[in-house]
């Protein structure tokens, strides 16, 4: 009985201290967490982008170049001619790290910083040397969001093929909020300036329905908090230990009772 209560308290001691460290590393996986003094807005939040995107390196940017200020859109008849580079055709350029693209005959063009009107401007007045009244029409191909629904082996990058993508849609492209997801507790996080802003949204109550029309704009990152499941990876942590004690209770029974 004694060595019984021995292995016992033996047992309950080292499951404490594996208990223990365990739980140090249990929902480890929650990421950007809420410490102390961290500013996040709950109100003013914009439905609505107050700036327009600014093209920056590593964008890519397609357009579609026409002549006589783009009449072909206009006429099912129009002379094939009229188009010019690629035959209408978009092409992907990708903006380099000096902030330029190569264009066709026009040679190098630095065009970060610039807006989508901004960048149509440039590149009518660039090809109007050489075309006729030229119509640019340019899109940023690679704008994306990035959304953790609630459970990270579900976090999916979404292309914003919709300049008006909302709240709602994007978190739908995503696969909805997961089970585990928070639909309380959704953090935007977006790029003003040169830091992120955060803010939180409340999405489980009707109220929340004033947000999901918020448009959101590329390189946002959406992220659905998850609910913590302690128990659930303490007994991941420590099942192993004990299958491992156990076997040696076992052991060492059996060789005493065979003494």
Known sequence: MLFKNHILRLLFLLLFTVAFLSSCGINSNIMFKEAKGDKTYRDSIPMNPTTDYLISVDDKVSFQLYTNEGEILLTNNADVSQKSVGGGQSIEYLVRRDGSVELPKIGKVKIEGLSITECEDLFEDLYSKEYNNPFVQVQITNQRVVVFPGNGSDAKVINLVNNNTTLVEAIAQAGGI???????????????????????IDLSTIDGLKYA??????????????????????????????TILSSGIVVITVLRSLK
């Open 178 to 200: 997961t089970e585990r997801g928070k639909a309380k507790k959704v953090k935007l996080m977006r790029r003003v300036g040169d830091k992120r802003v955060v803010y939180l």
């Open 213 to 242: 029309d918020m448009i959101v704009q590329a390189n946002d990152y959406i992220y659905i908090e998850p609910n913590p499941q302690i128990t659930k990876e303490l007994i991941k942590e420590v099942a192993p230990v004990i």
